[in-house]
């Protein structure tokens, strides 16, 4: 078994209502991630199909035609326990962790649910040392942040909960849907850096959906080019960055800003 989640030949149609025709979100793609932890970037213009594919992935929503197989087993063929294990090891990060959150409850118990629902801790103390564990991985201080409300929290520490939400539950996949775009500048290296870390560190995987070709560029092994529901190109960084071959990716790199060498990425323990 040489891939851990697989989308294969996948098509998503919208039907448009009352004009009697339909559009492909996604029009047969196929994209395979690696069983070795590794971070993929999706990167494209907006409305090419990017989160539909992460829907796909998330089994949010299953394709008109083609599959999603997780360790080469079909999402819709699989028996309750294996897909349990699927829901626990694919986990999400949203572009806007407040929508995620309860606003009238603490974070704690956002924290705490997911790990007593896989019924990964035998007790409440058990619970809150995973998640204390969690936290600390994504580089926030349990103290300060357990026994709050999600309002008393900045947008980037939210994120950042999230990250460790995901990490509680031991995951093989996060898939992260434009993480950063919501967070200033400043927080979106620390961010990208702990879910970097998580693949250095942890062995977890990463798909990482992002407008940005030059965090891309940073962090992933492999970037996939997305245009107008299809994937139009992917390969090592370097290659597709350096030997773009497809039209719409000459001009992504193009319109990429002249580095900033005051940013210091942290990135450079390299795995
Ligand atoms: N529920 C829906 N009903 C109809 N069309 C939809 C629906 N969801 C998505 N689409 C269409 O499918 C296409 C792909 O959408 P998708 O959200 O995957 O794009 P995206 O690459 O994530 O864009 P963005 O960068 O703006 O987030 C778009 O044309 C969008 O309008
Ligand atoms: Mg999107």
């Given at each position: 078994?040489s891939h851990?989640?697989?989308?294969?030949?996948?098509?998503?149609?919208?039907?448009?209502?009352?004009?009697?025709?339909?559009?492909?979100?996604?029009?047969?793609?196929?994209?395979?991630?690696?069983?070795k932890?590794?971070?993929?970037?999706?990167?494209g213009?907006?409305?090419?199909?990017?989160?539909?594919?992460?829907?796909?992935?998330?089994?949010?929503?299953?394709?008109?035609?083609?599959s999603?197989?997780?360790?080469?087993?079909?999402?819709?063929?699989?028996?309750?326990?294996?897909?349990?294990?699927?829901?626990?090891?694919?986990?999400?990060?949203?572009?806007?962790?407040?929508?995620?959150?309860?606003?009238?409850?603490?974070?704690?118990?956002?924290?705490?649910?997911?790990?007593?629902?896989?019924?990964?801790?035998?007790?409440?103390?058990?619970?809150?040392?995973?998640?204390?564990?969690?936290?600390?991985a994504v580089?926030?201080?349990?103290?300060?942040?357990?026994?709050?409300?999600?309002?008393?929290?900045?947008?980037g520490?939210?994120?950042?909960?999230?990250?460790?939400?995901?990490?509680?539950?031991r995951?093989?996949?996060?898939?992260?849907?434009?993480?950063?775009?919501?967070?200033?500048?400043?927080?979106?290296?620390?961010?990208?850096e702990?879910?970097?870390?998580?693949?250095?560190?942890?062995?977890v995987?990463?798909?990482?959906?992002?407008?940005?070709?030059?965090?891309?560029?940073?962090?992933a092994?492999?970037?996939?080019?997305?245009?107008?529901?299809?994937?139009v190109?992917?390969?090592?960084?370097?290659?597709?960055i350096?030997?773009?071959?497809?039209?719409?990716?000459?001009?992504?790199?193009?319109?990429?800003?002249?580095?900033?060498?005051s940013?210091?990425?942290g990135?450079?323990?390299?795995a």
């Amino acid at each position: 078994m040489s891939h851990l989640l697989e989308v294969q030949s996948a098509t998503v149609a919208y039907g448009i209502k009352g004009a009697g025709s339909h559009k492909l979100a996604l029009s047969d793609v196929s994209l395979s991630l690696p069983e070795k932890p590794s971070i993929t970037a999706i990167v494209g213009e907006s409305g090419s199909g990017k989160t539909t594919i992460t829907r796909l992935m998330l089994s949010l929503q299953t394709p008109t035609m083609g599959s999603v197989r997780y360790e080469g087993k079909d999402l819709q063929q699989m028996d309750r326990k294996a897909f349990l294990r699927y829901r626990r090891e694919v986990q999400a990060v949203f572009q806007d962790p407040f929508g995620v959150f309860n606003p009238f409850y603490k974070v704690d118990r956002s924290l705490l649910l997911p790990v007593q629902r896989f019924g990964l801790a035998n007790s409440t103390d058990e619970a809150y040392a995973l998640v204390r564990k969690s936290l600390e991985a994504v580089g926030l201080r349990p103290d300060d942040t357990l026994g709050r409300y999600p309002h008393q929290l900045s947008g980037g520490q939210r994120q950042r909960i999230m990250i460790a939400r995901a990490l509680s539950l031991r995951p093989r996949l996060i898939v992260a849907d434009e993480p950063v775009s919501m967070v200033d500048a400043s927080l979106r290296a620390t961010i990208l850096e702990s879910l970097y870390r998580l693949k250095v560190d942890r062995d977890v995987s990463l798909l990482y959906v992002t407008h940005d070709l030059t965090t891309a560029y940073q962090i992933a092994d492999r970037i996939v080019v997305m245009f107008n529901g299809q994937i139009v190109e992917q390969g090592d960084p370097e290659q597709v960055i350096h030997e773009p071959k497809h039209a719409y990716t000459r001009a992504l790199v193009a319109a990429v800003p002249p580095p900033d060498p005051s940013v210091n990425w942290g990135l450079e323990v390299a795995a």
